[in-house]
């Protein structure tokens, strides 16, 4: 993985979606990055992690992630809520808390469960990738903005910087595939022992807007907000109102105790600014 660092402040970690990388998340860092330590994640076989061959495997790297970064707010957006929310659910004691943005924990529709993609769309996209790799990719980017008030905007934005920092690996793709396909995690989610918020986006044609609301309901201290106007990037068509919501969820959230004082014991005080640009 590669882990890049910016601003200064309590810690938020940020995970991307599928096919994406980090960097996506520009809007937010320029405006949480004065009061926020911003950790920007490139999983592995995406962005500057794209040679990476380790496997998208939830619990191993949420596990290598917390231990990479202590102490923090863990936001996934769309495929990379699975892995934030696997931090929260198996490392309580190091996750401050959760931010799910246009994230579910199920993506597919089933049994007790309307708000999810129908049952073969993510076997269609891997089947589509094998044919066409690059227009697949490109055909997703509209599919993520679609809807959005501000669609062909976010559209220009996901072309403009969805690449630049490489292709993801085909290996990898398939493999965030198959997890879209079958991860179900709303069984845990009553066991959710950190605060969690739930951002999702009215005009998402990719995760429904009731899977938020519907996932808060069963995970204690959750709140749901649901953004009239955004699609399943709402931190590019509404930056402003999802930061705002990022800010006040982790101003609310309980003050860490400094070094020495029962969690972290032992450890430099978490909310000092780790040095820019670092890797992991």
Do not use: C, Y
């Not at 863990?74 to 996750?95: M, N």
């Not at 749901?224 to 931190?235: E, L, Y």
């Not at 105790?257 to 670092?278: I, V």
Request: without cysteine; aromatic residues 6%.
């Amino acid at each position: 993985m590669h882990i890049e660092t910016r601003g200064s402040g309590p810690s938020l970690a940020l995970i991307h979606g599928w096919a994406m990388h980090g960097g996506l998340f520009a809007p937010l860092v320029e405006r949480l990055a004065d009061r926020h330590t911003l950790h920007l994640v490139d999983l592995p076989g995406h962005g500057h992690a794209r040679d990476s061959d380790a496997p998208l495997a939830p619990e191993a790297l949420a596990s290598e992630l917390v231990g990479a970064i202590p102490d923090a707010v863990w936001l996934g957006w769309s495929l990379g809520g699975q892995f934030a929310l696997r931090a929260a659910l198996d490392h309580p004691e190091t996750v401050r808390g959760v931010v799910m943005v246009a994230s579910s924990p199920r993506f597919v529709a089933g049994d007790n469960w309307p708000h999810g993609v129908g049952p073969n769309l993510f076997r269609d996209f891997g089947d589509a990738l094998r044919r066409d790799f690059r227009g697949t990719l490109e055909g997703f980017l509209a599919l993520e903005a679609l809807g959005s008030a501000s669609a062909q905007e976010e559209l220009r934005d996901l072309k403009a910087h969805a690449f630049e920092r490489g292709e993801p690996a085909e290996r990898t793709l398939h493999e965030g595939l198959a997890l879209l396909d079958r991860l179900d995690l709303r069984d845990e989610l009553p066991r959710l022992q950190v605060p969690s918020l739930w951002i999702s986006g009215r005009r998402d044609r990719l995760v429904p807007a009731g899977a938020m609301p519907a996932a808060a309901a069963l995970a204690p201290d959750a709140r749901s907000v649901v953004i009239g106007n955004a699609g399943h990037a709402p931190f590019l068509g509404a930056a402003d109102e999802v930061a705002r919501e990022i800010d006040s969820f982790m101003h609310a959230l309980p003050p860490l105790p400094l070094a020495g004082e029962g969690r972290g014991e032992g450890r430099p005080h978490p909310d000092l600014p780790p040095q820019a640009g670092e890797g992991a």
